[in-house]
């Protein structure tokens, strides 16, 4: 199991800048078995969708939506990971969930944690 713990959420002005940090937690064979941690975003009535993720390996993904604003950085030493969103938009206004793949099971099937999610309100 992994615990996720996010922070850094909260209000901002249209053009302004926020920083979320996440950080995992559990057993070391869970912890151990992380493939990749990253961010996804939901509003109501609208599916979770992908913010940005770092993968082992060095491989870093992005919404297009957010490529040129946000910047994922994960610090693996310390199961850590942080989204510095830049340049908001009020669209960008979503609960932002912080997430961990873990290395497929001997099923080929890929567990994934979430934390419990941080609110983002950017007004106009």
């Known amino acids: 199991q992994v615990q996720l713990v996010e922070s850094g959420g909260g209000l901002v002005q249209a053009g302004g800048s926020l920083r979320l940090s996440c950080s995992a937690s559990?057993?070391?064979?869970?912890?151990?078995?992380?493939?990749?941690m990253g961010w996804y975003r939901q509003v109501p009535g609208k599916q979770r969708e992908l913010v940005a993720t770092d993968t082992n390996g060095g491989g870093i993904n992005y919404g297009d939506s957010v490529k040129g604003r946000f910047t994922i950085s994960r610090e693996r030493a310390k199961n850590t990971v942080s989204l510095q969103m830049n340049s908001l938009k009020p669209e960008d206004t979503a609960v932002y969930y912080c997430?961990?793949?873990?290395?497929?099971?001997?099923?080929?099937?890929?567990?994934?944690?979430w934390g419990q999610g941080t609110q983002v309100t950017v007004s106009s």
């Open positions: 559990g057993d070391m064979f869970s912890i151990l078995s992380i493939n990749a």
């Open positions: 997430n961990t793949e873990q290395l497929p099971g001997g099923g080929g099937f890929s567990q994934n944690y």
